[in-house]
Nanobody, 125 residues
Framework: QVQLVESGGGLVQAGGSLRPSCAASGRTFSSRAMGWFRQAPGKEREIVAAISRSGGSTLYADAGRGRFIISRDNAKNTVYLQMNSLKPEDTAVYYC??????????????????WGQGTQVTVSS
C-alpha cells in the first residue's frame, strides 16, 4: 500500500511559479515511476509529466513542455513539479500518481495504481 500526499498548490498570478510536491509512504518509492496529472472542471484527467524510477527519464505533455520540470528525491520519497510561466489554462487540481513497481514509464492514467488526493492550482489573469 502506498499513500501519496500532495502539497504546494495555491493561487498565483499569470507568469508566476509554483512547486507542488508529493510525499510517498512505504519502502517501494524508488522502484516506481511517478507521474503528475491534472484535471480541470468538466475535463478529463490528463498527464502533465512523469519520471522514471531513477529520475533518468522524463516525459512531458505538450502543454507543460519547456515550462514545467518534474524531479524526484528517492532519499526523501518525494516527487516535485516545478511550474514556471503559469497560465490561466493551467488552473486545475493536480494529482500525484505512482505506478506499479518496475513498470515502464507511461503517460496514461491506467499506468498508475496509486493516487493522491490532489492539490488545487489556480492561476489568475
Amino acid at each position: 500500500q502506498v499513500q501519496l500526499v500532495e502539497s504546494g498548490g495555491g493561487l498565483v498570478q499569470a507568469g508566476g511559479s509554483l512547486r507542488p510536491s508529493c510525499a510517498a509512504s512505504g519502502r517501494t518509492f524508488s522502484s516506481r515511476a511517478m507521474g503528475w496529472f491534472r484535471q480541470a472542471p468538466g475535463k478529463e484527467r490528463e498527464i502533465v509529466a512523469a519520471i522514471s524510477r531513477s529520475g533518468g527519464s522524463t516525459l512531458y505533455a505538450d502543454a507543460g513542455r519547456g515550462r514545467f520540470i518534474i524531479s524526484r528525491d528517492n532519499a526523501k520519497n518525494t516527487v516535485y513539479l516545478q511550474m514556471n510561466s503559469l497560465k490561466p489554462e493551467d488552473t486545475a487540481v493536480y494529482y500525484c500518481a505512482a505506478a506499479p513497481p518496475y513498470s515502464l514509464l507511461g503517460g496514461a492514467p491506467s499506468t498508475y495504481n496509486y493516487w493522491g488526493q490532489g492539490t488545487q492550482v489556480t492561476v489568475s489573469s
